[in-house]
C-alpha cells in the first residue's frame, strides 16, 4: 500500500473553482508534507469508478476536489478497503461530491467504510455538509486539520427508492428530500445544462419550485408507526442539519446519534414562509406553522402520485421511498475544537 495520496478533482465544481483553486490547494498539502497524485473526473459517477480503481492500486489516502456529490459517489464505491483515508474537497451549492464519495465506500467489500477516513476541503458557496461540523473555509487551516488527524464517527442514511419501476438502493451523508426539495433540484439543474451561472440561480429555482411542486397524498411510517397520512409539501430526511446552501432544514441532527431527523412540511401558503425566511436560516424552522418534527431510525413514505427524491443534491427516482439509518458508519476529519464542543 502506498502513503501517497490519490486526489481526484472534479473540473467543474463550484462554477470551477475545483480546479482553479487546486493549484493553491496542492501548494499547501505538499507544504505539509502530503503526497498525491491527482486525476480528474470526466462524467457522472466517474469519482466512484475511481474510488475503487485507486484502492485496488493500493491507495488508501484519497482526496477529493468537487462538491458534496462527489464525496456520497465516492463512500458508495470505496467501503471495505483496509485502512483507507479520503479527503474531500467540496465545491458548489450541492452536494454532489459527497454524495459520490459515500457511495464509493459502500460499493467495495473488502473492509468497512468506518476503516476509511475522510476530510473535506470546501470550495465554492454551497457545501452544507461541512457547515454541521464547523470546518472552516480557510484552506491553510483546512488542510492543518487534515495533518493534525482528529477524527469522527458519522452516521449514513441508506435508501432504497424505485426508478424507473426498478428498486435502487443508495447512500447519503448529509439529507434526502422528497416533493418541494427535489422539484428544486430537477429546476436548478436544467438551469445549469443550459448554461445559466450566478448566485440567483438557487433562489430563482426555490420560488419557481414553490409553484411548481404539487403536494401528494403521503403515508410517512417511522419505526413501523404511521405518523403522518396526509397531503404532504415536503419531507426531508437526514444526518446532518444543512441544505439549500445554508438553510438549517433539519436543526435538531445530531451526526452520530444513530437516528433519523425528519423535517415534515404540509401544504403551506407562500405569505408563511417569506415572513418567517430568517426561521430557516437561524435554527427555528419548527416555529412555522405547518411544519413538523419527528426522529427514528427508519422511515417509509409512499404517496399518490409519486414524489420525486433527491440525495444530497442528486435526483434518485421517487416513492416509495425507505431510509434507514446506518450508525457510525463513515470516519471523518474534523478539527480539535469541533470534538472539544462535543465532549
Known amino acids: 500500500m502506498t502513503e501517497r495520496w490519490f486526489v481526484i478533482v472534479n473540473p467543474i465544481s463550484g462554477g470551477g473553482k475545483g480546479l482553479t483553486d487546486f493549484p493553491k490547494i496542492s501548494h499547501l498539502l505538499r507544504e505539509s508534507g502530503i503526497n498525491h497524485d491527482p ?4 462524467h457522472r459517477y466517474h ?9 485496488n492500486r493500493g491507495y488508501r489516502r484519497i482526496i477529493i476536489v468537487g462538491g458534496d ?16 483515508a479520503v479527503t474531500v474537497y467540496s465545491g458548489g451549492s450541492g452536494n454532489g461530491t459527497l454524495n459520490e464519495v459515500v457511495n464509493g465506500l459502500f460499493i467495495q467489500k473488502q473492509c468497512e467504510p468506518k ?11 454551497g457545501n452544507d455538509w461541512v457547515r454541521t461540523f464547523g470546518t472552516p473555509r480557510n484552506y491553510t487551516m483546512v488542510v492543518r486539520a487534515i495533518k493534525e488527524g482528529h477524527s469522527y464517527l458519522q452516521d449514513v442514511g441508506k435508501i432504497t427508492f424505485t426508478e424507473s419501476k426498478v428498486e435502487q438502493t443508495r447512500y447519503m451523508a448529509n439529507v434526502a428530500g422528497l416533493g418541494f426539495d427535489a422539484y428544486v433540484i430537477q429546476i436548478f439543474n436544467h438551469l445549469k445544462l443550459k ?27 417511522l419505526d413501523g408507526k404511521v405518523i403522518y397520512n396526509k397531503l404532504l409539501f415536503s419531507l426531508a430526511v437526514g444526518i446532518c442539519r444543512y441544505n439549500g446552501g445554508g438553510i438549517q432544514q ?3 441532527a445530531v451526526a452520530n446519534d444513530g437516528l433519523l431527523d425528519l423535517t415534515i412540511i404540509r401544504p403551506v401558503h407562500w405569505w408563511h414562509v417569506i415572513f418567517r425566511a430568517k426561521r430557516l436560516f437561524n435554527g427555528n424552522i419548527y416555529s412555522i406553522g405547518h411544519v413538523e ?25 421517487g416513492t416509495p421511498v425507505t431510509i434507514s439509518v446506518v450508525p457510525q458508519a463513515i470516519r471523518i476529519v474534523v478539527t480539535k475544537e469541533f470534538l472539544d464542543n462535543e465532549q
Open 69 to 84: 456529490g462527489t464525496l456520497n459517489e465516492v463512500v458508495n464505491g470505496a467501503a471495505g478497503y483496509d485502512n483507507a
Open 115 to 125: 476503516e476509511i477516513l475522510l476530510a473535506v476541503i470546501a470550495v465554492g458557496t
Open 293 to 317: 418534527h419527528a426522529q427514528g431510525k427508519v422511515v417509509k413514505i409512499t404517496s399518490a402520485p409519486t414524489m420525486p427524491l433527491e440525495t444530497d443534491g442528486e435526483l434518485q427516482g
Open 250 to 252: 433539519l436543526p435538531r
Open 47 to 55: 469519482a466512484t469508478e475511481l474510488t475503487v480503481e485507486a484502492v
Open 39 to 42: 486525476v480528474f473526473t470526466e
Open 195 to 221: 448554461g445559466r451561472t450566478g448566485g440567483w440561480l438557487y433562489l430563482y429555482s426555490l420560488l419557481r419550485g414553490y409553484f411548481s411542486a404539487k403536494p401528494a397524498g403521503a403515508t410517512i411510517e
